[in-house]
C-alpha cells in the first residue's frame, strides 16, 4: 500500500500490514503497519469497535465492492498470464 501523510509533505512510504492483534486495552483491535520505504517505520493503530464498524461500512458500499472485485479479478487474470511465461523461463 501507499501512505501518504500531511506531515511528511509530498513522501509517499510503501507499507503493508504487518498484523491484527487484540490491543492492550479491552475491545481494542491493534493494526500494525510496517513501511519499509523510504523508511522502516512500524506504525500501531488502535481500532476500537466503531472504527470497525465504520471501515465495514465503507467496504460494503456498492462502489468499494465494485472496485474490489475489480481488483481481485485483475489479480486472477494477471497470475494465469504470467504462470505460462514463468514456466517457459524455468525450461528454457
Known amino acids: 500500500m501507499k501512505v501518504n501523510s500531511t506531515g511528511l509533505g509530498s513522501t509517499t512510504l510503501t507499507a503493508h500490514i504487518a498484523g491484527l492483534l487484540p490491543g492492550e486495552e479491552s475491545g481494542v483491535l491493534m493494526m500494525k503497519i510496517e513501511s ?5 517505520w512500524y506504525i500501531t493503530c488502535q481500532m476500537e ?15 468499494a465492492l465494485w472496485r474490489i472485485l475489480k ?3 485483475s489479480f486472477s487474470r494477471d497470475k494465469a498470464e504470467a ?10
Open 49 to 63: 469497535p466503531k472504527d470497525i464498524r465504520s471501515a465495514i461500512k465503507m467496504v460494503l458500499k456498492p462502489a
Open 36 to 40: 519499509t520505504k523510504p523508511v522502516h
Open 71 to 73: 481488483m481481485v479479478l
Open 83 to 92: 504462470e505460462p511465461v514463468l514456466e517457459a523461463k524455468r525450461n528454457g
